[in-house]
C-alpha cells in the first residue's frame, strides 16, 4: 500500500500528549520502540471508510521504517478525520517481518431526521435534514435541507427554503477538494421603510475547488481555493427584478485540528474574498470579505477541558437593493443574550472567549463564555456601538455520528443599550 505524506517529528512531542489525553487511549500493543521495516499495513473494522481515505493521512507506509510512536501518531490522525469512535494499533511478527493493524470503530455516517428549533427572539423552524458523512466510503459528505422558518429579523418574515451541498475531499485521487451547494428561499419581505410588502425570491448556486498545499496530511494544513457564484433575486408579489449576481471568490484555509472524540484542540482558520460586477455580468457591483479564526487549546490536567478563542467578521459593500441589512448580531447565534436585531448592518466583528469540562459524563460538558461585537455600515444600519455579553452553557457530543455538536444555555448582556436588553436570555444550536 502506498500513501501520501512525510514524517513530522516537530509534531511527534504534542501528538503523543494528545493521545494520551483521550478517554479512549489509542493502544500500540506489541509495536516496536525501535524503527523497523513495517511489511504489511493493513485496517480491520472499516466496513465503509476506504483504505486510501485513510492511508493518506498517515506517516507509515510498507517497505519504510516505522515505530510505535510513529503508529500513534497515525492513530490520532485517523481520529482527527471525525469518523472513527475509537482506533487502536496491534503490531505482530510474520515470516515477512512487521505486521502493523488499525483495528476501527466507525460512527454512524447517515443521519435523516425531523428538524425543529425555536428560541427566545421568537424565531422557530421546522422541516427536514439529511446529512450523509464519508458517503461511499470516500469522505464525501452530502447536505440536504427543508425548513419552513418563521424569522423576527427586520424585514423578514415566514420563509421556504431548500438547500443541497456536496463537500468531496480529493476528488478523484486528485489534490483538489471540491464543495458545490445549491439553495431556493421564498420569504416575506418588508424593507426597512415599510411601504412595500412582498415575497423575496432567493436563487443560489456555488461551485469551488480547494487546493491542498504541502505533503502532510490530507485532511490538515494549507489549501487556496476559488469559487464562482450564482445568485438571483426578485420579488415575486411586487414584480420587481433585483437583479442577478455573478460572483467570484478566492480563498486561503488553514487547518491543524486534533479530534478527541469528546472535545476539540488545534486552529482553524480561513480568509476569503468574493466580488461581483457589470463587468462579469451582474446587474450590480458587489465585494465581500469572510475572515473566521478558532483555536482552542487543553486547560490543565483535566481531559477533554479546553480554552477556546473564537473571532468572525464579515463586509459586504454594494449588492441588489433589497432594503435589507446583511447581518444582525443578537439572538441565539451572534452575540447571545441580547435581543434579537440589536446591531445591523453590512458589516460585523465578533470574538468569544470560552472554556468548557466535563459534567459527570464525557460527552456532556458545562462551561462558560464572554462575547464582544459590534455591526456597522449599510443605508439602513442600526450600529449602537461595542456589546458585550456573558453566560453558562451545556455542550453535548453523542459520538455515534459524526459532527453532531449540541450547545444550550443562557446569555446576560454586560453593555446594556436599551431597556430590552436586561434579563437573560436561552440559546440553543445544533452543528
Not at 476506504?50 to 521504517?65: I, K, N, Q
Not at 510512536?69 to 469518523?83: C, I, N, P, S, V
Not at 475572515?291 to 459593500?317: F, I, N, S, V
Request: aromatic share 8%.
Amino acid at each position: 500500500m502506498t500513501r501520501h505524506g512525510e514524517p513530522c517529528r516537530a509534531r511527534a512531542a504534542f501528538l503523543l500528549l494528545a493521545c494520551a489525553a483521550l478517554l479512549q487511549p489509542a493502544h500500540a500493543a506489541d509495536c516496536p520502540a525501535q524503527p523497523q521495516i513495517l511489511a504489511r499495513l493493513q485496517f480491520s473494522g472499516n466496513r465503509v471508510t476506504r483504505p486510501e481515505v485513510m492511508l493518506r493521512e498517515m506517516l507509515s507506509r510498507e517497505g519504510a521504517p516505522t515505530d510505535a510512536r510513529t503508529l500513534l501518531e497515525d492513530a490520532q490522525r485517523l481520529r482527527d478525520l471525525g469518523l472513527f469512535r475509537q482506533v487502536d494499533v496491534l503490531c505482530s511478527r510474520t515470516e515477512a517481518g512487521l505486521v502493523a493493524e488499525f483495528a476501527l470503530r466507525e460512527k454512524y455516517y447517515l443521519l435523516v431526521a425531523p428538524r425543529s428549533d425555536a428560541n427566545s427572539d421568537g424565531d422557530y423552524s421546522y422541516g427536514l435534514h439529511l446529512s450523509w458523512h464519508n458517503a461511499l466510503g470516500r469522505n464525501h459528505t452530502w447536505r440536504a435541507t427543508i425548513l419552513e422558518h418563521s424569522s423576527s429579523q427586520t424585514g423578514r418574515g415566514r420563509s421556504l427554503e431548500y438547500r443541497i451541498s456536496q463537500h468531496a475531499p480529493y476528488l478523484l485521487g486528485s489534490p483538489f477538494d471540491l464543495d458545490w451547494r445549491l439553495a431556493h428561499e421564498q420569504a416575506d419581505w418588508q424593507p426597512g421603510d415599510g411601504t412595500d410588502v412582498g415575497e423575496l425570491v432567493d436563487d443560489q448556486f456555488r461551485i469551488g475547488l480547494d487546493r491542498h498545499l504541502g505533503r502532510g496530511p490530507a485532511s490538515q494544513g494549507w489549501r487556496v481555493g476559488g469559487a464562482y457564484e450564482y445568485r438571483k433575486r426578485s420579488l415575486s408579489d411586487a414584480g420587481r427584478e433585483l437583479g442577478v449576481g455573478h460572483g467570484l471568490f478566492a480563498s486561503l484555509k488553514y487547518r491543524d485540528r486534533r479530534d478527541s472524540l469528546y472535545s476539540e484542540t488545534g486552529l482553524v482558520g480561513e480568509l476569503e474574498l468574493g466580488h461581483a460586477g457589470t463587468a462579469l455580468g451582474s446587474d450590480y457591483d458587489w465585494s465581500q470579505l469572510t475572515a473566521t479564526l478558532d483555536y482552542e487549546r487543553p486547560l490543565g490536567e483535566t481531559a477533554h477541558q479546553t480554552l477556546g478563542l473564537h473571532l468572525k467578521t464579515e463586509m459586504q459593500r454594494g449588492g441588489p437593493d433589497d432594503g435589507l441589512n446583511q447581518y444582525s448580531l443578537g439572538g441565539a447565534s451572534l452575540l447571545r443574550g441580547y435581543p434579537r436585531n440589536t446591531a445591523e448592518g453590512d458589516a460585523y466583528a465578533m470574538l468569544r472567549i470560552e472554556a468548557y469540562r466535563p459534567l459527570h459524563w464525557r460527552w456532556l460538558r458545562w462551561g462558560g463564555f464572554i462575547e464582544a461585537g459590534a455591526a456597522w455600515g449599510g443605508a439602513q444600519a442600526h450600529t449602537p456601538g461595542l456589546l458585550a455579553s456573558a453566560g453558562l452553557g451545556l455542550q453535548i457530543r453523542p459520538t455515534w455520528f459524526v459532527g453532531l455538536v449540541i450547545d444550550l444555555g443562557i446569555g446576560v448582556p454586560l453593555i446594556a443599550r436599551d431597556a430590552g436588553d436586561s434579563g437573560p436570555a436561552f440559546y440553543g444550536s445544533g452543528r
